[in-house]
């Protein structure tokens, strides 16, 4: 028996009103048993709203049609990025890169430590190798088509967005402050970090998530040229991040969710600042 909306996952609950097959991805909790989205979306029967039973994701985001519309703007806008430096400007990378501070002969000083904070974000979204490009979007479409809908559009954004600026800030904390760094592996291995999580909180089959999380670190070691600090700051912040959003007490979500997020925040500021008192 198959998931009426996930045809390919496999469940052996059905909506205790309809009896569709459902997911536990899809399946609300009801007063007796589990309800899939389009019961609850049309009523309890109850007396409530239908609104006030809309169909929630295990983070407490909503369950939207599309799963992957976040992941899609991600990709949307690290394809105009690299089609950018590949097309128009490739000036575009030594101006968005990751740098702690350097000097440039067309640009003068440039780094995190002259001012430029905006790197530690625009790095996050920036390629200039095809295959580097073509890499990290696979890693995005297919981590973020399971972790997207799992959270919800506005965890799943905070996720990424915090998970690149702490990829960065590791970046800037930890490699040679002329050493540039760019890509979206921060990111990607933030969604790493919390797929682990999803599926410890599932209860799912955990060998098969491991051993990708082993391969993953075996090549973000053994290849040359790689950011490491990136990759481990990415999957470190995605996990402990992923962490807060599903284990939140239903009663004070929103307050430990937030909270999370604005810690990370000021975990990463502090490391950034730490990191340009030292250098300047």
């Known amino acids: 028996m198959h998931c009426y909306r996930h045809p390919d996952v496999e469940t052996g609950i059905r909506c205790a009103r309809c009896e569709k097959p459902i997911c536990p991805q899809c399946m ?6 589990f309800q899939c989205p389009d019961c609850v979306r049309g009523g309890s029967g109850t007396g409530h709203a239908p609104h006030a039973n809309t169909p929630r994701t295990v983070a407490g985001g909503r369950v939207a049609a599309d799963g992957r519309l976040v992941t899609k703007i991600l990709i949307g806008i690290n394809l105009a990025l690299f089609i950018a430096v590949r ?25 995190v430590a002259d001012g430029e904070w905006y790197r530690l974000i625009t790095s996050a979204f920036l390629h200039q190798e095809a295959a580097h490009f073509l890499f990290n979007m696979l890693g995005l479409w297919v981590i973020g088509g399971i972790v997207e809908p799992e959270l919800g559009r506005i965890r799943y954004t905070a996720l990424c967005l915090l998970s690149g600026l702490s990829g960065s800030a590791v970046v800037y904390l930890l490699s040679p402050e002329n050493q540039g760094a760019l890509g979206a592996s921060g990111i990607v291995f ?24 082993a391969i993953s670190l075996v090549f973000t070691f053994a290849r040359p040229g790689v950011s490491w600090q990136a ?35 000021a975990i990463d500021l502090g490391i950034v600042l730490a990191r340009s008192a030292a250098l300047t």
Do not use: K
């Open 231 to 265: 990759h481990i700051g990415g999957l470190v912040a995605g996990a402990l991040l992923t962490y807060a959003f599903v284990h939140a007490p239903r009663a004070r979500r929103a307050l430990v969710q937030y909270g999370a997020c604005g810690l990370l925040l």
């Open 28 to 33: 609300v909790s009801a007063a007796v048993g």
């Open 87 to 111: 097309a128009a400007d490739p000036r575009l990378v030594d101006q968005l890169d990751m740098i702690g501070l350097a000097y440039s002969d067309e640009l003068g000083i440039v780094g």
């Open 190 to 213: 933030g969604l790493i970090g919390a797929w682990v999580v999803l599926a410890r909180r599932h209860r799912y089959d955990m060998r098969p998530v491991l051993i990708f999380v």
